[in-house]
């Protein structure tokens, strides 16, 4: 792989142990994927997860003296100050937090602390070279804005962050991006739950890149981030395209680069019925909502709002945000709405952390199939519902 | 080393691994796997139930978030029960980085006889610097 005379410093340490470190891991990669060379990028998100692998890798890029050269934004951990004060915290899931905080803080990341920096914290423009981890992010970058990325895991685009250039391979070459799955939807796509299920249709749709047909014109920017969401978490997909929406897919011959699809696959209502089936609990009695994986646009925010409003809430409601998501929340009177019902807008926290003991065992009602996904390990069930529904169970206490 | 079926391979994560092989069908997320016994207990899976403790795992690739699989092969390797190699076929960034930073010798791009002849049960030696794979089976006539 061809270094420049100042990527050959980084790697002989002339900038630090840490940066010679996050080179070598960053050639190591590159290596495998036959990249010619770096590219220098200008926007980095990190999926930090507050888990133990998490901060001993920024540990050990901290003690070799390391310090990001592009100021990532980060993905949430918990809420320390609210979690001490309101939930069950360990001591140890205590002090990973805090340390997890300042390691990041000392490395030189922007604590946005929200997984859906696409929105407001880091925008990347079209065609901009980026490394970004988080699953929803890097499907929402490359798809819907058309930057280019990576699925990068946390280190390599904490190392990206470091040495502020990445290997050039894979989705940052045009013709990777370049669709090679025809996926026919013959289902009928209601709402934006129905992009959750669809996303979930990862295992039928197989490896590649897919490019949609037969999806509504105009989809809301939540319906494109639930599909992303969900395709990258049961399978590995970087990049869709939805012909007609997503802007490298202008018409369906672009999109597949005039080529013909290694495979065309056609997705039907008893799909998506099939998938909700297989990934839900069974209706009954709950006892919590969680909402906001990945973390609920001020839209989303509104829209429970709307249904709450004066009510009482049976069942415990979460929505996990962003803290400017919260502020804005919170003006336009929907905090005081939701929380009067007994609700609760929670910031700068992740469904995916060790703050949620109290909700072990139990079973809740979620409109995120990835946030069922991932909690498995922590012992939490759901029932997965579109949100409305997700709501009404929440008022009700069960789901009939 | 005595008798053994050899296969060229190459290299993503350095090192040296040798030991029983288990194959999964289906991609892995090492999130979803128990720290305490390795046993993957992603419903539905393959693997369901199995314990990926000490093996060289053939498996066609990864899965799942960007911070997930490096956590859980963190939380395997530091119970001692992550698999001792990986031998897959479409690497993803995010299991190459995990395997180079927990460093698990991981390889592709593997000659395509290698999966005819695998069984589960075999012992491999698996040179990811060399490039170079040897299936031994035990007590089977080669």
């Known amino acids: 792989m061809y270094l420049t005379d100042e990527e050959k410093e980084m790697l002989a340490g002339a900038y630090g142990a840490g940066t010679a470190l996050a080179m070598k891991i960053q050639v190591a990669v590159g290596e495998c994927f036959d990249a010619k060379h770096m590219v220098e990028i200008s926007k980095v998100h990190v999926a930090l997860s507050n888990q133990e692998a998490d901060l001993w890798f920024v540990e050990k890029l901290l003690k070799a003296g390391a310090y990001c050269r592009i100021a990532p934004t980060v993905n949430p951990g918990f809420n320390l100050e609210f979690c001490r004060e309101h939930l069950s915290i360990s001591p140890k899931d205590e002090e990973l937090m805090e340390r997890t905080r300042n390691a990041y803080r000392e490395i030189g990341a922007t604590l946005t602390f929200s997984c859906t920096p696409y929105l407001e914290a880091n925008v990347p423009r079209f065609g901009e070279i980026i490394s970004y981890s988080e699953t929803s992010a890097t499907a929402y970058v490359n798809s819907v804005i058309g930057a280019r990325t990576n699925r990068e895991s946390v280190q390599s685009s904490l190392c990206a962050a470091i040495t502020g250039r990445v290997p050039e391979y894979g989705y940052l070459l045009k013709e990777n991006r370049l669709g090679n799955i025809l996926v026919d939807v013959q289902a009928d796509i209601k709402d934006d739950f129905d992009y959750q299920l669809l996303g979930y249709c990862a295992k039928k749709i197989g490896p590649g890149v897919p490019v949609f047909v037969g999806l509504p014109s105009n989809p809301s920017q939540e319906a494109l981030i639930n599909l992303g969401a969900q395709l990258n978490t049961i399978g590995a997909y970087a990049i869709y395209h939805i012909v007609g929406v997503t802007p490298e897919a202008p018409t369906m011959e672009a999109a597949l680069g005039n080529k013909k699809p290694d495979r065309t696959v056609v997705i039907t209502n008893q799909d998506l019925a099939d998938i909700q089936k297989s990934i839900s609990r069974p209706k009954g009695k709950i006892s919590f909502a969680m909402f906001g994986c990945p973390h609920f646009t001020i839209n989303q925010v509104k829209e429970i709002a709307q249904m709450v409003k004066g009510k009482k809430l049976a069942a415990e409601m979460w929505i996990l945000t962003s803290s400017l998501t919260k502020e804005l929340a919170d003006r336009m009177g929907l905090k005081k709405v939701i929380e009067s019902s007994g609700g609760h807008i929670l910031d700068n926290t992740c469904i995916d952390q060790p703050c949620w003991h109290h909700l072990e065992g139990k079973v809740g009602v979620t409109d995120s199939p990835k946030c069922a996904y991932y909690t498995k390990r922590r012992g939490l069930e759901f029932v997965i519902r579109d949100l409305r529904t997700c709501v009404e169970a929440a008022l009700k206490g069960e789901i009939s | ?142």
């Open chain 2, 1 to 142: 080393m005595s008798k053994g079926l050899s296969f060229s391979c190459h290299k993503i994560a350095e090192g040296k691994a040798e030991g029983e092989v288990l194959i999964s069908k289906d991609e892995i997320l090492f999130y979803l796997c128990d720290p305490e016994t390795g046993r993957i207990i992603e419903e539905g899976h393959d693997l369901e139930g199995q314990s990926i403790a000490g093996k060289i795992l053939v498996f066609p690739a990864g899965k799942g978030s960007s911070s997930v699989q490096v956590d859980g092969l963190y939380q395997l390797l530091t119970r001692n029960k992550a698999p001792k190699g990986m031998i897959i076929e479409r690497p993803d960034t995010i299991l190459v980085t995990s395997a180079i930073i927990m460093e698990i010798p991981l390889v592709d791009r593997v000659e395509k006889e290698f999966y005819q002849k695998v069984v589960n049960g075999d012992y491999l030696f698996l040179d990811a610097d060399r490039g170079e794979i040897i299936i031994k089976k035990e007590n089977k006539q080669l």
